[in-house]
């Protein structure tokens, strides 16, 4: 039996009695048979010849044809493998089955140019994977086919000489200086002209530039190596007939390096030189720099400068490893005779032409222990001979600013003055004070006190400073009342001036002394002037005229109502 060409029977099957004579039953049944598959046919390819047409812009690792061989067979017995067993393609294409479909895909491995070669030839084998050695006398269970693939032609864009360019150029070089080449051609028969570009982004800052025609590339600004040693650009060719078709390059620019930079130390150095240190002892090791490239740089020379005469106290050895010494020429320095030296020297890189440069090294003298480790240095080592620590420095300069604080506040104390209650000297109500206050009458006495007033030796009681308390107290000194009526008003202001005078708690400023004593009655009687408009007087007041400056302004006033008074 052959599956392939009948897979299903159907058997009918009948059985009798009687041994199946006259008269006897029977029963029948239908028996469905199907016939299970082996692997007893091989594949087989409908062709012996198929051709494939596949485009030169085709993408390397894409998918770009099918093939299939048949098998009688289903199910795993089906099953088969795609190869390319020889062909002058086997290096440029390659081919993978596909289990569901049982198809062989054919896939790119490198790129096609039409132009380098048009077509390629493939002999691809389909094998079953599962084979039966029951039925191998049936023959090999695979076959073969030969497939040729045709390159089709495509306008193709630029394609550059090398897949990257490395150039150099000098630093400080002039504008303009050439740089390299890039070349690119149209790899189509047409051999269309080809235009370069450099791909620049709107923020970036412009070095290069090229020559649209021939490639060459040039420097639009002076390069410098210490700050940017190396530059990439991206280069784009088109072909003028197809501007659409553009091909990419990287250049790389690698500038190099001249010798424009002087070496300089290293970095900032303390030195420092103990007051006990003896004659050709190392105090510091220095060491240098440069910019410049390792060939522009080292090995750095360190020596000091012939123009100076010699420096008494220290010097300079070179020791030949890029670093030098600084030794001191004399023993024993004193911070508190000088506590600071300057040492010039000079250093000088390996370049061609070599350069150098110039530097003062600032070394301080500080005492030191035994062992060489720094105790102190500078003021510092001035107060600890004064006996003044760091807390009493701090103390002194918070008493001094105590100090400055309290002055301060004295001043501006001192200058703050009261509007005097006498506006001018022509106020003809100089001696007359203004209250607002209101009294209740003359039954008041507990409202003001009018004792001093009344009684002259109330006063001295009252002849004490009022602005300030005194620390010292002197004795209140009580005049006789027979004394005190014989004194007038000047000699009494004398002589309470000089007790102000001469009081120690007053200090040396000016001050209001208040006195609530009027002066004992004068002979002239009563000068007020309260009822003087209802009231004819025969008073001669000539005699105001005598009593000084004090009184001139009363003496005008009223020497004017006299002369009114004759006419």
Not at 70 to 79: I, K, L, R, V, Y
Not at 103 to 120: F, Q, R
Not at 202 to 224: H, P
Not at 491 to 519: C, N
Request: charge should be negative.
């Amino acid at each position: 039996m052959d599956r392939e060409a009948r897979e299903h029977y159907s058997v009918v099957i009948q059985a009798k009695d009687m041994a199946g004579q006259v008269g006897g039953l029977s029963g029948s049944t239908t028996v469905n048979i199907t016939l299970t598959d082996v692997n007893d046919n091989p594949p087989r390819f409908p062709q012996r010849h198929y051709q494939l047409y596949v485009p030169e812009s085709a993408q390397v690792g894409s998918a770009v044809g099918k093939i299939k061989a048949n098998d009688a067979d289903t199910g795993s017995n089906a099953d088969m493998t795609y190869s390319i067993i020889n062909g002058d393609g086997v290096g440029m294409f390659s081919i993978s089955t596909d289990k569901d479909t049982r198809e062989g895909i054919l896939s790119l491995k490198k790129p096609l140019n039409y132009e380098k070669k048009k077509s390629y030839t493939l002999n691809i084998e389909g094998a079953n994977t599962h084979l039966d050695f029951r039925f191998s006398h049936l023959g090999p269970f695979k076959d073969a086919t030969m497939l040729k693939i045709i390159v089709g032609d495509v306008d193709e864009p630029p394609l550059f000489s090398m897949p990257s360019y490395v150039m150099e150029v000098y630093e400080n070089a002039k504008i303009g200086t050439i740089v390299g080449t890039v070349l690119a051609q149209d790899p189509d028969s047409a051999n269309s002209l080809v235009r370069y570009f450099i791909n620049y982004n709107s923020d970036d800052e412009r070095f290069f530039n090229i020559d649209a025609n021939t490639g060459t590339i040039k420097t639009t600004k002076v390069l410098d190596r210490e700050e940017t040693p190396w530059y990439n650009i991206t280069v784009s060719a088109s072909e003028n007939d197809n501007p659409g078709l553009l091909s990419y390059v990287t250049v790389g620019i690698r500038v190099l390096d001249v010798n424009d930079n002087p070496p300089e130390l290293a970095k900032e150095y303390d030195i420092v030189v103990c007051e006990n240190s003896k004659p050709g002892q190392v105090i510091h090791t220095i060491s240098a720099t440069d910019k410049d490239d390792f060939a522009n740089g080292p090995r750095f020379n360190f020596f000091l400068d012939e123009h100076l005469p010699m420096n008494p106290n220290f010097t300079l050895k070179d020791n030949e490893d890029n670093t030098a010494s600084i030794l001191t020429r004399r023993r024993r320095f004193s911070r508190t005779i000088q506590d600071m030296y300057y040492l010039p020297i000079m250093i000088s890189d390996g370049g061609i032409p070599s350069l150098s440069s110039s530097s003062t090294l600032t070394i301080r003298v500080c005492a030191c222990e035994r062992d060489g480790r720094v105790r102190t240095c500078h003021a510092e080592a001035f107060l600890s001979s004064a006996g003044l620590s760091t807390g009493a420095l701090i103390a002194i300069l918070l008493c001094v600013v105590i100090l400055l604080a309290i002055v301060i506040l004295f001043i501006t104390l001192r200058r703050s003055k009261k509007e005097p209650l006498i506006i001018s000297e022509e106020d003809v109500r100089e001696n007359v004070v203004t209250y607002d206050d209101e009294g209740g009458g003359e039954e008041d006495t507990e409202a003001f006190d009018i004792t001093a007033l009344r009684n002259p030796s109330a006063a001295e009681e009252l002849k004490y400073r009022r602005d300030i308390r005194p620390e010292v107290k002197l004795t209140p000194r009580h005049q006789t009342l027979s004394a005190l009526e014989s004194i007038d008003v000047q000699e009494f202001i004398k002589q309470r001036l000089a007790e102000a005078d001469l009081d120690p708690s007053v200090p040396p400023y000016d001050s209001l002394q208040t006195y609530a004593y009027e002066g004992q009655r004068s002979e002239a009687g009563s000068i007020s002037s309260l009822d003087s408009a209802t009231t004819q007087s025969d008073q001669d007041y000539h005699y105001l005229g005598d009593w000084g400056p004090e009184f001139k302004k009363l003496a005008e006033l009223y020497g004017e109502k006299e002369s009114e008074r004759t006419t």
